[in-house]
């Protein structure tokens, strides 16, 4: 420890070199610190998606379980039908404890009323079976902020009323009591038909997908959209959720035609492997990066040792040790590998959003938002990772300065 | 260890048969080839001879830097030779102190840091009186805070010589301390020298090529082929 101060003085001897090897570091650090921060993140937030959806499983329809997934996470287009009897059919299941059907269906919204912009976006409506439904998500609550006061739920039998996400109606800028115009082609028509409905209700903002998304009771979505005796999921939850439990319902369930039974478990999984697939390129270009920047502080300090061979050995001559010399090159590659370290770790903090985007510009991973999470867990294991890369990268060119001998080196210096 | 020449119970350095030998391929250069030398305390010995005649060669076994091929030595009373790298650090520790050609001051260390350098490898705590003390020994009090790049060629060498100093060294070694500089310097560093051996009771061993400035010293000897081939004791006021 007596040595630190000297060491540091120096590493400043040559302070371009340094910086720019304390720079590699850094920059290997960052990489390797977003992406376990991307990782991290990128699970929490699939599984509070997922959580957030209420229910274990769900039923519908044939299709890869990804694009099942990121329909109930994004809100899809693409979307397929099941017969409504498939609902009748499976609630008589003894395992299940709770079930609620869904309609999806995707309207166009012509803007209209107060924003007066042309052109047109997709609205998702979600038609449900109110107390089923809230039963799988106690959490959602009516917003009684300004304007949202005396929100409700509508009844399954009522007609022309809604109920908002808090996005749509923040981005909508509809208030309880409003009008809202929503543009729905029925099926087996050709011509839009443009209804007025009144917000009756605005939910509290829940992180999820729900807050993009327009509700309504399940029968005037199936009679908007013209498919009377259809859904798009039933989702459920079993009484002892298990895999065993999950395959033995999907053996049971199996004779369904054009059916299939998705555990959410398997989504989470479908979902992170997919992004795997991105983040292990980008890990592999991250070891890289850790590797070539390692030799660099290597190569660098070794220079610096050679550079200073007479130094050294004027240093043993006036009574370093090996040790004493080990020391001071050890802790000069320590401190170099250090400081990369902490830089690296800041430079992650300060430039996440960038990785976010060029990894969400390679793949779409079903959610959305910031998720990149630096936990402290993720700053300790890069620094402590600096600290044991600085360890190894010190130990030859530490044992080279310690091995010089004197006569030699001084007469090297000469 | 208790191996007191009698008769030269002041005996800092005790060289018998002094030996070493270079390979430079088939050729075997006997850079010294038994060389006898006692050194007491409060004695300037000056080292004179041609170039090649082996006078670094002889500094550095004396300097415990290097480990002779034959003969006997002592420093302070300890023998070294056959010691290892790591016991040879720990005789010269605190002992020796050792003066290069080129100074070899470390850039970035300002002159009271470069002075105190040893103390940090010695383990000893650093005490600024004491460097400002051992600073105005060598009459540059006032460049403490100066990096070495500030100094003139002879400053810089009369600061290595302080830091040869600040341990409280019983033996300065150096070898042609004066190569790099003037007329003027080298004599001055010499004059240093002999009023450290007058003031301190140290033990100064010094190689040069310069006759002159040789004939300083208490006892001047002459080596060539690596062996000695004139001593004489000078009869100094
Ligand atoms: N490491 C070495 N390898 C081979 N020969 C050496 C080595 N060191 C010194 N010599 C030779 O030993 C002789 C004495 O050298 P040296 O002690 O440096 O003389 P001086 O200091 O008097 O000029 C020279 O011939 C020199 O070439
Ligand atoms: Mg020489």
């Known amino acids: 420890m007596r040595f630190v101060a000297f060491a540091f003085k120096n590493l400043f001897r040559r302070p371009v070199r340094t910086g720019l090897t304390v720079l590699a570091i850094a920059l290997a650090v960052a990489v390797a610190v977003s992406l376990i921060g991307f990782n991290i993140g990128y699970r929490r937030s699939i599984d509070t998606s997922i959580d957030k959806l209420g229910f274990q499983v769900m039923i519908m329809a044939k299709g890869c379980p990804y694009e099942a997934a990121t329909m109930m996470l994004k809100g899809g287009t693409g979307l397929v039908y099941l017969p409504a009897s498939t609902y009748d059919q499976v609630r008589s299941d003894p395992d299940i404890s709770a079930i609620t059907p869904i309609f999806v269906g995707v309207a166009e919204k012509e803007a209209s009323g107060i924003s007066g912009e042309s052109g047109s976006s997709f609205a998702i409506i979600s038609g449900i079976e109110v107390q089923s439904f809230i039963d799988m998500k106690p959490w959602m609550t009516m917003s009684e902020g300004a304007g949202y006061k005396g929100g409700r739920w509508f009844g399954d039998d009522s007609t022309g009323e809604v109920v908002l996400g808090f996005e749509v109606a923040e981005y909508e800028q509809r208030k309880v009591g409003d009008a809202y115009f929503v543009t729905i082609t029925p099926y087996g028509q050709v011509e839009p038909v443009m209804t007025e409905l009144k917000v009756v209700g605005v939910l509290e903002r829940t992180g999820t997908q729900d807050d993009g998304t327009v509700f309504m009771p399940i029968k005037e979505a199936r009679r908007l959209f013209n498919r009377p005796s259809e859904l798009t999921i039933v989702g459920f939850k079993l009484k002892n959720f298990s895999g065993l439990a999950l395959r033995q319902f999907e053996q049971r369930w199996a004779k369904l035609p054009e059916v299939q039974v998705v555990g959410l478990q398997q989504v989470k999984t479908t979902l992170v492997s997919l992004v795997e697939t991105a983040q292990t390129m980008i890990a592999s270009v991250a070891v890289v990066a850790i590797i070539v920047a390692v030799i660099g502080v290597i190569n660098s300090i070794l220079m610096s040792v050679f550079e200073r061979t007479g130094e050294i050995g004027i240093m043993k001559a006036i009574g370093a040790t090996r040790s004493d010399i080990f020391q001071i090159i050890w802790l000069e590659t320590m401190a170099i590998c250090l400081g990369g370290g902490v830089a690296g770790v800041l430079l992650a903090l300060s430039g996440t959003s960038l990785v976010e985007k060029a990894i969400q510009s390679l793949i779409d991973f079903g959610t959305k938002g910031t998720m990149v999470a630096i936990t402290p867990e993720v700053m300790l294991v890069a620094l402590l990772g600096s600290a044991v890369a600085g360890c190894f990268a010190g130990l030859y060119p530490a044992w080279r300065a310690a091995s010089m001998r004197p006569v030699e080196a001084i007469r090297e210096g000469e | ?237």
């Open chain 2, 1 to 237: 260890m208790n191996n007191k020449n009698p008769g030269s119970d002041k005996a800092i350095v005790v060289a018998r048969g002094l030996k070493k030998h270079y390979r430079r391929g088939i050729e075997t250069i006997k850079a010294l080839d038994g060389v006898d030398l006692e050194i007491h305390a409060g004695e300037m010995v000056s080292i004179l001879g041609p170039s090649g005649s082996g006078k670094t060669t002889l500094i550095n076994l004396l300097s415990c830097l290097d480990a002779p091929d034959a003969g006997e030595l002592q420093i302070d009373g300890r023998s070294v030779a056959g010691l290892a790298e790591e016991d040879l650090v720990k005789v010269r520790q605190g002992i020796l102190g050792y003066v290069f050609q080129k100074f070899h001051l470390l850039p970035t260390l300002t002159v009271a840091e470069n002075v105190e350098l040893p103390l940090m490898f010695l383990q000893r705590p650093v005490d600024r009186e004491k460097t400002l003390g051992v600073l105005r020994m060598v009459d540059l009090e006032n460049r403490a805070g100066h990096l070495p790049r500030e100094l003139s060629g002879g400053q810089m060498q009369r600061v290595a010589i302080a830091r040869a100093l600040i341990a409280d060294s019983k033996l300065i070694i150096a070898d042609e301390p004066t190569g790099n500089l003037d007329k003027g310097n080298g004599e001055a560093v010499f004059a240093l020298f002999r009023r450290l051996v007058l003031e301190k009771n140290l033990a100064i061993i010094v190689t040069t090529h310069n006759l002159a400035l040789g004939a300083l010293a208490d006892r001047v000897i002459t080596l060539e082929d690596g062996r000695i081939i004139d001593e004489r004791v000078n009869r100094l006021v």
